[in-house]
Structures are given as C-alpha cells and as structure tokens.
C-alpha cells in the first residue's frame, strides 16, 4: 500500500507532467482535457490523484471547470502585468509581442452628465468627445474602449487619427498622463461587447473604468476598458502597513 509520501510524490510528478503536456500544446488551448479516468489510466496515478492534480491546475487558472461540461485548458493571456502599472492599450499590446490596432466603432460629441463634470472635476467643459473602440491584437478583438475627453481639448476628429490617446494628449497639450483612479469590476456576458470581442457565453470580462490624471493632478481622460479575460491578467503586489 502506497504511504502518504508515496502518493505526495505521485502527485507531484502528475502536476509536473501534466502542466508541461499543456504548456508543450499537448492539450491546446480551448481544448477539454479526457475524463478524469482517462486521464488517471494514462498518467498510471489513482483518480485520487488525478483529481487533486486538476485541482490544482484549476487553482493555478491553466485550466478550467464548465459545469456540465467537463474540464478544458485556458489559453494563455497575451499580457499579464501588475495592475499599479499605467499604460495605454496600445502600449500593453506592444509588450506582448503583438501588432495593436483599432476599429472605430462609434464617435460622438455630447453634453456632459453630471457625472462627467464631477469626473473631471470642472463645470466649464462645454462638450465631451466620446470615442467608442475595438482594440485587436495580431488582428483578433481583445478589448472594447470606451473614452471620454474635453473636446475643447481634443477635437474628436482627430482621435480617429491615432491608436492611442495616451500620445494625442500629450501632442495636443503637452501634458503627460500620470497616474490613473481606477476601478476594477469582473462582470458576465456583455450582450453587445462580448459579442464583438468573440468571447464564449460562459467567458467573463475585466471592466477597468479609470480616471487619468496629469502630472498636475488635472483629470483629462475617462475609460472604461472591457478586457478579455483570456487574454489580459492583472495582479497586485500588496503590503502590509
């Protein structure tokens, strides 16, 4: 009878083996792993075993349960980054090796809520340029933008002439992006977004609505970003005070 050490090891070994035929496109990304027994049988450990390894892997986000469905491997993020780390769209996708690119999707000029005037922190902005996008990676939807600028300060016609915004306020004002107050909200399917970002039914997005700030501390751009889930992860290092 395998001792508790035994099986430890087992486990171990499985985990290793497993997580290297994943990472090695053994089982490609989107792919459902074989049933447990399987998969026990082929790795010759218990289903024990096997189920702890799947947990794990599951606590480590390589893989994922659908229920009813059965286990399938997630594909991995093309930018993982800690999320104190500030940079446009454009730039996240660069760092990831990838060529970014936009499709417009909608550009208005409208009358600010109140809401936009207590965002920006001003009763004087007479109109808001609003710029709706969808960012691509290689070509493939990633996130879908949704800015909100000063239109006395960036005309909306020349947004359309950039990738990022991030370098037209800073042409156009010569002012530099700072720092960002953002908010972080995980939420379900989006019945338009997650549509055109190509995300399945059960695939979640990362809404990242964030306040941009000048070296002066003058706020100058709303977002709110749609993230794929699949396709950007965000941490934060935190400490103890």
Same mark, same amino acid.
Request: hydrophobic share 35%; charged share 25%.
């Given at each position: 009878?395998?001792? %508790?050490?035994?099986?430890?090891?087992?486990?171990?070994?499985?985990?290793?083996?497993?997580? *290297?035929?994943? #990472? *090695?496109?053994?089982?490609?990304?989107?792919?459902?792993?074989?049933?447990?027994? %399987?998969?026990?049988?082929?790795?010759?450990?218990?289903?024990?075993?096997?189920?702890?390894?799947?947990?794990? !892997?599951?606590? #480590?986000?390589? +893989?994922?349960?659908?229920?009813?469905?059965?286990?399938?491997?997630?594909?991995?993020?093309?930018?993982?980054?800690?999320?104190?780390? /500030?940079?446009? +769209?454009?730039?996240?996708?660069?760092?990831?090796?990838?060529?970014?690119?936009?499709?417009?999707?909608?550009?208005?000029?409208?009358?600010?809520?109140?809401?936009?005037?207590?965002?920006?922190?001003?009763? @004087? +902005? !007479?109109?808001?340029?609003?710029?709706?996008?969808?960012?691509?990676?290689?070509?493939?939807?990633?996130?879908?933008?949704? @800015?909100?600028?000063?239109? @006395?300060?960036?005309?909306?016609?020349?947004?359309?002439?950039?990738?990022?915004?991030?370098?037209?306020?800073?042409?156009?004002?010569?002012?530099?992006?700072?720092?960002?107050?953002?908010?972080?909200?995980?939420?379900?399917?989006?019945?338009?977004?997650?549509?055109?970002?190509?995300?399945?039914? @059960?695939?979640?997005?990362?809404?990242?609505?964030?306040?941009?700030?000048?070296?002066?501390?003058?706020?100058? /751009?709303?977002?709110?970003?749609?993230?794929?889930?699949?396709?950007?992860?965000?941490?934060?290092?935190?400490?103890?005070?």
């Amino acid at each position: 009878m395998a001792s %508790e050490h035994d099986n430890y090891d087992l486990f171990k070994a499985t985990l290793s083996r497993l997580r *290297q035929d994943i #990472e *090695q496109g053994v089982y490609p990304p989107n792919e459902k792993l074989h049933p447990l027994y %399987e998969l026990a049988t082929a790795y010759h450990v218990t289903r024990t075993i096997m189920e702890a390894v799947i947990d794990q !892997l599951v606590e #480590e986000n390589i +893989v994922t349960r659908r229920l009813g469905m059965g286990v399938f491997v997630n594909p991995k993020p093309i930018y993982s980054s800690g999320i104190e780390e /500030l940079g446009s +769209v454009s730039e996240m996708i660069r760092k990831a090796g990838k060529v970014p690119g936009t499709q417009y999707v909608a550009a208005e000029v409208i009358e600010p809520t109140a809401t936009d005037l207590e965002r920006f922190n001003s009763s @004087d +902005v !007479l109109a808001i340029a609003r710029v709706e996008r969808v960012r691509t990676a290689d070509g493939e939807p990633v996130v879908y933008c949704i @800015d909100k600028v000063n239109n @006395d300060l960036i005309p909306i016609g020349q947004i359309h002439s950039q990738d990022s915004i991030f370098r037209l306020i800073e042409r156009y004002t010569g002012k530099r992006i700072q720092y960002a107050n953002a908010h972080i909200e995980p939420i379900g399917f989006h019945e338009k977004i997650s549509a055109i970002l190509n995300c399945r039914p @059960d695939q979640s997005l990362l809404l990242l609505r964030q306040m941009h700030y000048t070296e002066d501390h003058q706020p100058i /751009l709303y977002s709110a970003n749609y993230f794929r889930s699949d396709a950007f992860h965000f941490h934060v290092v935190r400490k103890r005070l």
